[in-house]
């Protein structure tokens, strides 16, 4: 099975733009995670999506967004960049049950300058 | 509320030494815990993880942790280093039924020839 892919590797953008984010989790699972990583914060829970809904959310503010779609696949957008944007943006799926575990994908790379 | 705390950001072992890395953990309720390992510029890789089945987990690469609730401890172990070990781990906690991972601020481990 091909692994969880994440589009784009990397990404620059300025203050005060928005980005997209895709994530294309492993077939047949439904649920989706997504968490920034910052050398400051470390690794911190955005939210979990399971059959289009979102099902959990961490501590952000509503700049940051998501959403899935009927195929599992899930975007997440951030509005209104700020320099402590920059981060990994890092993706995970599971199947669905709270005992799986979340295969995370390579990340992208958001730069905010 | 759950949170995970690991000792020591960097830990230096000689090739061939063992591999010892502390998390101990925080939970109001039965955890379920995981080692991830992280090598640059790519995602998280599950090492092991405990879902309160046996309190000796095996996982990946020769590397085992234990469960131990009287300590609150979950320290990952692997008896000789390999050069290939070198990248960055890191100890997470969620709790059961949970949808999400709190993740500890990860150790570097480096492994000298």
């Known amino acids: 099975k091909a692994g969880v892919t994440q589009t784009p590797r990397y990404l620059i953008k300025t203050r005060g733009q928005q980005v997209t984010l895709s994530c294309s989790p492993i077939?047949?699972?439904?649920?989706v995670s997504w968490y920034q990583q910052t050398p400051g914060q470390g690794l911190q829970f955005l939210f979990e999506?399971?059959?289009?809904?979102?099902?959990n959310k961490g501590n952000f503010p509503g700049r940051f967004s998501g959403r899935q779609f009927s195929n599992s696949r899930s975007e997440m957008n951030v509005s209104t960049l700020e320099l402590g944007d920059s981060a990994l943006y890092l993706c995970?799926?599971?199947?669905?049950?709270?005992?799986?575990?979340?295969?995370f994908g390579p990340g992208t790379r958001l730069t905010v300058l | 509320a759950q949170s995970v705390t690991q000792l020591g950001s960097h830990v230096s072992v000689s090739e061939g030494a063992l591999v010892l890395l502390r998390c101990n953990y925080s939970s109001s309720v039965p955890p379920y815990l995981f080692w991830y390992v992280q090598y640059p510029n790519q995602g998280l890789q599950l090492l092991l993880k405990y879902t309160s089945a046996a309190t000796l987990v095996k996982g990946i690469n020769g590397f085992e942790a234990e469960f131990k609730k009287s300590e609150t401890s979950f320290h990952l172990t692997k008896p000789s280093a390999h050069m290939s070990d070198a990248a960055e781990y890191f100890c997470a906690v969620s709790a059961t039924g949970a949808n999400n991972l709190f993740f500890g601020t990860g150790t570097r481990l480096t492994v000298i020839p």
């Open positions: 999506y399971f059959s289009e809904t979102q099902r």
């Open positions: 995970a799926s599971r199947s669905g049950t709270n005992t799986d575990t979340q295969y």
């Open positions: 077939s047949g699972h439904r649920s």
